[in-house]
């Protein structure tokens, strides 16, 4: 089973710029959909972006639509989530998650294989 640590969070200041990095533990990385997660104090976790085994599909939730971008390098087994034009309602925990699939889609981490510890990200205003 695969492992996850994010890395990468912090502190930004609102309309600035973070990237949030995910490490995977196996070489087979590149056999898994990949998502990013966010979970702000007494909210619920929510989608924030996916991306399919190669990269050649992406989701983002509406929220996250140009102004995210989720990325993934299989050879390294890592994926990102950039974040520009950062929001004070961005503040969240975020986390990454893994599903051992060629399918893809946000629905497909209600089974997720891993998910990583979470990093935090705050954004002030």
């Known amino acids: 089973q695969v492992h996850l640590v994010e890395f990468g969070g912090g502190l930004a200041q609102a309309g600035g710029s973070l990237t949030v990095s995910c490490a995977a533990s196996?070489?087979?990385?590149?056999?898994?959909?990949v998502g990013w997660f966010r979970q702000a104090p007494g909210k619920e976790r929510e989608f924030v972006a996916a991306i399919s085994w190669k990269g050649g599909f992406l989701y983002y939730t509406d929220s996250a639509k140009g102004r995210f971008t989720i990325s993934r390098d299989n050879a390294k087994s890592m994926a990102y989530l950039q974040m520009n034009s950062l929001k004070p309602e961005d503040t969240a925990v975020y986390f990454c998650a893994a599903r051992r699939t060629y399918s893809s889609g946000p629905y497909l981490f209600n089974e997720a294989d891993s998910w990583g510890q979470g990093t935090q990200v705050t954004v002030s205003s």
């Open positions: 196996e070489d087979t990385f590149s056999a898994y959909a």
